[in-house]
């Protein structure tokens, strides 16, 4: 029986957030650490001045160190905030946490009050997603609003994940978006996409 894209999308969330259960909260904070001092190597994000970042939920790896660090040594942070009345995510500068609060999905974002910052002039994304593949292919939890945002972002766009995020081969639709690179605690992935 052929499944469907869709339906290739729907197993193998199941099958990662199944492989997710598998590890600890101590398992993914010595793997976020891992993640972030790899990131912290490689000369793309050395030379990036204005880095888009996401708030990390409890399945995915911390990269709050690094929101940290940028924020210290000068870099333009943004975070994506959801806009209800166009339904999609824009990106806002912060110039600190606590310009952080709860955002629509439950999930920090910058508040209203923080500057716009046009998705092209960004040099850098850190990307969430359920599993990514080394041609750059992300799966996402379904609604399209990241690959939406990531169409209009003109820098290198960077796929956060843990090692058993990285599949073989994410099924992918025409609007889904292709990343220029996977960052995992053990690996520094360059896609072929």
């Not at 398992?27 to 490689?42: G, N």
């Not at 888009?52 to 690094?66: A, G, Q, V, Y």
């Not at 924020?71 to 975070?79: E, F």
């Not at 209203?112 to 996402?140: K, S, T, Y």
């Amino acid at each position: 029986m052929n499944l469907t894209i869709s339906e290739q999308k729907t197993a193998l969330r199941r099958d990662v957030r199944e492989r997710s259960q598998r590890f600890s909260a101590e398992a993914r904070a010595t793997d976020s650490a891992r993640l972030c001092a790899q990131l912290r190597a490689q000369p793309v994000w050395l030379a990036a001045r204005r880095v888009l970042f996401f708030s990390s939920t409890p399945e995915e790896p911390d990269i709050r160190p690094l929101l940290d660090e940028a924020l210290a040594s000068g870099k333009t942070v943004a975070l994506p905030r959801f806009d209800s009345t166009r339904r999609e995510y824009e990106a806002r500068q912060i110039t600190s946490l606590t310009d952080l609060g709860p955002g629509h999905f439950g999930i920090a974002e910058p508040g209203a009050v923080c500057p716009l910052i046009e998705l092209n002039l960004l040099d850098f994304a850190l990307v969430p997603g359920v599993a990514f593949d080394a041609a750059g292919r992300r799966l996402g939890r379904g609604k399209g609003y990241f690959d939406r945002l990531l169409a209009h972002v003109c820098g290198h766009t960077c796929g956060v994940a843990f090692d058993w995020q990285v599949v073989a081969i994410v099924p992918v639709e025409p609007h889904d978006v292709h990343l220029n690179s996977i960052l995992t605690p053990s690996r520094w992935i360059r896609c072929a996409g």
